[in-house]
């Protein structure tokens, strides 16, 4: 069971991020502040969920949240910045545009880049374990497949309806086949060695 809070007095915001490995598209983050008090039974780390479910806990969440935030880095600026920055940019991003400024931050992973003044807890598959954490990874990974529809509509041949621009086989293939495109991440090394020839 996700546990409500790491501390109870403090104003805590939840951070992650989806799309770190993917080929293809921006890193999205998501910061939330749940009331103390929140529960849904299907509340759980967004890797866990089906899309459904996914797509069910999302206006719940932004409904019943007292605050949230989505943002993002397009490809672009992952290649210049690396994808590492380019995830902790996104979460300061998302924490900038939040309505209420929280006095504690509990981030998914084991890593994290000091925000303002405000304490931070790096919590290592936090998602799975803390309700604010896997609200931001709910509403980070659904912001983030709804994007990568609208490009999968520009470049269908990529199937990034089905892959979201990870390495899957398809994925694989088709930049095999169609070399990358604008949205692919060129910093990845993902272009076949036999493509780097001309």
Known sequence: MLQSFFNKKLVEAGLDEAGRGCYAGPVFAAAVILPKNFYH??????KQLKESVRN??????EKESIAYAVASIDNDEIDIINILQASFKAMHLALDALSIIPESLLVDGNRF?????????????????YASIAAASILAKTYRDEYMQQLHDEFPHYGWTSNKGYGTAEHRRAIEEHGICKYHRKSFNIIPAQLQIF
């Open 113 to 129: 880049k000091a925000y303002k003044e405000i304490s931070h807890h790096c919590i290592v598959e936090g998602d799975g374990k």
């Open 41 to 46: 039974p299907l509340l759980n780390d967004s």
């Open 56 to 61: 069910l806990l999302r206006p719940i969440i």
